[in-house]
Nanobody
């Protein structure tokens, strides 16, 4: 139902900046879904990086707090992740996620993922 496409990944030097974008299908997506950025480094568990709720509330992993900023353009249905002060530890595939609670108690959660975009930070 919801399609997500990430872009903006690439190779940057430590201390540099990069902005990721997640284009979501449809309209008013962010009014109905909780949005998030995840990342997964080789050999590691996929981890939550940042979230933004339908009311605009944001939250960040401690490892990126103060360096990353999550935001949404509701009119364009695009979510962004502005990454500053990048570190080698930030190297990972970054995924866009949309999640919504089921309409009924017996229904399943709606959970959509993008294909991921590679971010590589050279030291």
């Amino acid at each position: 139902q919801v399609q997500l496409v990430e872009s903006g990944g690439g190779l940057v030097q430590a201390g540099g900046s990069l902005t990721l974008a997640c284009a979501a299908s449809g309209t008013n997506i962010f009014a109905h879904y909780a949005m998030a950025w995840y990342r997964q480094a080789p050999g590691k568990q996929r981890e939550l990086v940042a979230t933004v709720s339908s009311d605009g509330t944001t939250d960040y992993a401690l490892s990126v707090k103060g360096r990353f900023t999550i935001s949404t353009d509701n009119a364009k249905s695009i979510m962004y992740l502005q990454m500053n002060g990048l570190k080698a530890e930030d190297t990972a595939v970054y995924y866009c996620n949309a999640k919504r609670a089921p309409a009924t108690v017996e229904g399943g959660w709606l959970n959509y993922w993008g294909q991921g975009t590679q971010v590589t930070v050279s030291s």
